[in-house]
């Protein structure tokens, strides 16, 4: 079985300024990563996800995540934040072999301000 | 646009009805997933099916039940309904083969309210 913990409930920024969205995981096997994007009374986007190779993932809308797994982090970081950006992010993993079914974080709320 | 749809997009009931959830899973999809979102819960995963038979159950109340039909769209039938099942209800979907396969494209969701 797998767990997620994003460590930050909400995130406060300002427009233009950089974001780092915190996940940690645990599992016993190998693992698939993702980062799910969900706007006010819609449902969730993928933005990036993370399934081998090179550790730096790039995804849209300018985000971007690296895993690191010797501290099961996958961390979710954008160099200039949008308005447009504020939203409930979800990181999520799931096993490499079976169902992939993920495992969800309670998410993180960014907040942008202008 | 995800390319899965879900209606309705709003659902007002009463405790001890039962509604009808209904998901179109994007085109080709055989894989299609139920999740419940609830502000003390988070996102839940209730049950998968793919290619008409269920493959996983997650955590799904007995008085829930789901079904894919022949032409791939998917149905959540939830009965008895209480006040803590208010909840949005998404539907996912996700290739059968292929590089994209542990993937899930969601639908905008169904919000249920029970008074």
């Known amino acids: 079985a797998q767990s997620v913990t994003q460590l930050d409930s909400q995130v406060p920024v300002f427009e233009e300024a950089p974001v780092e969205l915190r996940c940690n995981y645990s599992?016993?096997?190998?693992?698939?990563l993702f980062w799910y994007v969900q706007y006010p009374n819609q449902g969730l986007q993928l933005l990036l996800k993370y399934l081998s190779g090179s550790t730096l993932v790039k995804g849209i809308n300018g985000f971007e995540a690296e895993f690191n797994k010797s501290q099961t982090s996958f961390h979710l970081r954008k160099p200039s934040v949008h308005i447009s950006d504020t939203a409930e992010y979800f990181c999520?993993?799931?096993?490499?072999?079976?169902?992939?079914?993920?495992?969800f974080g309670r998410g993180t709320s960014l907040i942008v301000h202008p | 646009d995800s390319g899965v749809t879900q209606t309705p997009k709003h659902l007002i009931t009463a405790t001890g009805q039962r509604v009808t959830l209904r998901c179109s899973p994007r085109?080709?999809?055989?894989?299609v997933y139920w999740y419940q979102q609830s502000l003390d819960q988070g996102l839940q995963f209730l049950i998968q099916y793919y290619n008409g038979e269920e493959r996983a159950k997650g955590n799904i109340l007995e008085r829930f039940s789901a079904q894919q039909f022949p032409d791939l769209h998917s149905e959540l039938n939830l009965s008895s309904l209480e006040l803590g099942d208010s909840a949005l209800y998404f539907c996912?979907?996700?290739?059968?083969?292929?590089?994209?396969?542990?993937?899930?494209?969601f639908g905008p969701g169904t919000r249920l309210l029970v008074l």
């Open positions: 996912a979907s996700s290739p059968a083969s292929g590089g994209s396969r542990e993937t899930q494209y």
């Open positions: 599992s016993s096997v190998s693992v698939y």
């Open positions: 085109s080709g999809d055989l894989s």
């Open positions: 999520a993993v799931s096993d490499q072999r079976g169902s992939y079914i993920p495992t």
